[in-house]
């Protein structure tokens, strides 16, 4: 992503489905999608978002324990990471998505890490406070999983 084999304005669209937060260097992968769009082409986007600060804090915590290093967005920090590399731009359409009751244990178990790490992971949704619980809508199962809701944003930028 920071360096793609395409001549420059050679694309009509690219898609990143759950990519920015991988990179490191989202800039630097914006201006490279920037260079290879055509003009009016599009980049379309979905993302993972905290809608505010203080569940953005909480997943912080959380990914600097599953990927140190991870860029976390709220809706209007994505947008503006993007659109910051880019200058102008023709459109930008934003639209969002409640992912309902999603399986952390589910996801942990797909991810990898050492039943250590999990373990720190899981500790911090049990104790989390009272209004990330709210917010999130933090479920704990009688089989011991943790279900929670996670905001999705959808964007389309156009290039001018």
Not at 8 to 19: C, F, I, K, L
Not at 69 to 89: F, K, M, P, Y
Not at 131 to 153: C, E, N, S
């Amino acid at each position: 992503a920071h360096s793609m084999p395409f001549q420059s304005e050679s694309a009509d669209v690219v898609t990143a489905r759950m990519v920015f937060h991988h990179l490191n260097d989202v800039g630097l992968a914006t201006q490279e999608i920037y260079r290879i769009l055509c003009p009016r082409g599009r980049l379309i986007v979905c993302e993972y978002v905290a809608p505010d600060q203080e569940i953005l804090k909480f997943e912080r915590e959380i990914f600097n324990i599953k990927e140190k290093n991870r860029q976390l967005w709220t809706a209007r920090s994505l947008v503006e990471s993007i659109i910051l590399h880019w200058g102008d731009c023709r459109e930008l359409s934003l639209t969002f998505s409640v992912l309902k009751q999603y399986s952390v244990l589910d996801w942990l178990n797909k991810s990898g890490l050492s039943t250590n790490l999990c373990r720190k992971i899981i500790e911090l949704y049990l104790n989390a406070p009272q209004p990330i619980i709210k917010k999130m809508q933090i479920v704990y199962t009688k089989d011991g999983d943790i279900l929670v809701d996670r905001l999705f944003a959808y964007m389309t930028v156009e290039k001018q």
